[in-house]
């Protein structure tokens, strides 16, 4: 190869791994402002069943779940510390959240039977699932994070949302058989 | 000053000052507490309302902040386009970084907002105890304004609605019960002035003024009849006294015998008779009569006798007498006489004969006849001289020429 080569080589691979290593930065920035917005989430909600002992704050990836571990262990929601969980089925259920991400809705969506998910608020991150699998669904407009609510799913799971939060929401309904 | 003033005033016009300044008072201090108050109740009302929109918008926006909602936090405070009282709306993180605003934005400068008397409220924003930012409102205080200027619009017309009415009422009250004490005083006036007391009042009152009225009028109707009384006691003593007095006169002046003149009023009288014919050229003859041997008379028939004959001589004499001319009694058995001598009667002689001539017919004296002679001696003025006192004497001496010349004659002073 000619040093020529050389040269350009070097250079695609300088410029590759700093691509994903600024990816994998802005990846974090966008979970620690989720983080942020669940915590707010969790005081606009209320739980018909309040929990009791701790709030127990479910995740599916287990790099997310440190992320939002970090950024919420401090956090106290109802008078009570949060217990962070990481599930990988629904035998480590129950919850009182659910964060469900982009690459775990599909497999959750069908692990998660409606009793189930009684008292469970579920946040995901994954257009079009507020209509028919989580509560609040995060999505980006303008480059600005935004997420949408759906009220009739909220009243099936025995949960309600403030109307300070719902007014920040883009309001979503359910598809039909999906509730 | 004041007090002086108001001591000057008519009891009516007292009335209606007192009434109205009372009255005033009144309302005034009455106004005064509503309007504290309504002062208070306006302020109560504008602070309640200011919080209510407050602490409404302040939980909205604060969902906005903790969601970092710029957007949903400006639409929160265009909202408040349908409140006009909010001039300026100010919503900042908790390090006070701006995070929406609304309205005039010169309303941010916190010294421009006091200057220009606006009110404002800060209300924090919590999350969880955690203050995550503040709602800066500003409304200005025109409807406060308004409020109170229709209040005190509302004020002034109740205060000179009121005033109106207390004047009128105080009229009223003047009329009804000072009109009536002022006509009783008008009328002791009147009394004093022309002491007639058979005024009466006749106003037409109730209660204490007309037992006043009444009162006055009985005793007005006692105090004429005392007045009446002693109007006739006045009269009666007076009539009394001008007896007594006349009596004193006439025992002062007049024989009480023969009621002829005494020796006092004959030289009062031959005194002014002397000054007459001083001042019209006239004359003036004096008389001095004496009843020859009068004592045989009372020693014989006794003093009765001799009274009775001295008054039928006093009636013979006076009965020569004319209105100008006087006879006197100047005691015991003396007379006097004095004429004023004129064109009708100026020869003594004459007079003298006629007088001596009375004395021939006898007098009826205890059913007896009795003959009494006189000796007469005239004088005159001025032909015997001015002065009243030598006309006596001269006048005496012919009496006692004439009586030693026989008695029952006369004789003209010849000095």
Known sequence: MSRYQHLVLALFFFLSFSQSANAAQVHEREYRIKAAFIANFIRYTHWKNTPQNSFRFCNIDNRVAGIFKQELEQETWFGLHSEFKLVTNTKALPCDILFVDKLSEQQWRELLSKEQSKGLLIVSETRGSSQSFSHINFFFSDNKLRFEINPQRLQSSDLSMSASLLRLARITASKEGNL | MIKRFIHKLPIGQKIVALIVTVSMFSILIAIGGLSINEFREIDRRMTQEVTVISDVLATNITAAIVFDDKDAAQELLNALKAKIAVEYARVESADKVLFAHYGKENLANKDTVNEMSYYTIETPLYVNQRRVGNLILVFNNAQMSESIRVYLTVVVAVIFISLVFSFLLSVWVQRRFAAPIIELAAMAEDITKTGDYTIRTTAKTSGEIKLLQDLFNDMLAKTNDRELALEALVSKRTQELETLNKQLENQAHYDSLTMLPNRALYED?????????????????????????????????????????????????????????????IGGDEFTMLFMLDDELNDVNEIARRIVELFQIPFDIMDEPLLMTMSVGVSIYPTHGYDFDVLKVKADNAMYQAKQAGRNQFLISQT
């Open chain 2, 269 to 329: 009288r031959l005194q002014q008779s002397i000054a007459h014919a001083a001042r019209d050229g006239s004359r003036v003859a004096l008389f001095f009569i004496d009843l020859d041997k009068f004592k045989i008379v009372n020693d014989t028939l006794g003093h009765a006798a001799g009274d009775e004959l001295l008054c039928q001589v006093s009636r013979r004499l006076e009965k020569q007498c004319r209105q100008m001319d006087t006879v006197a009694r």
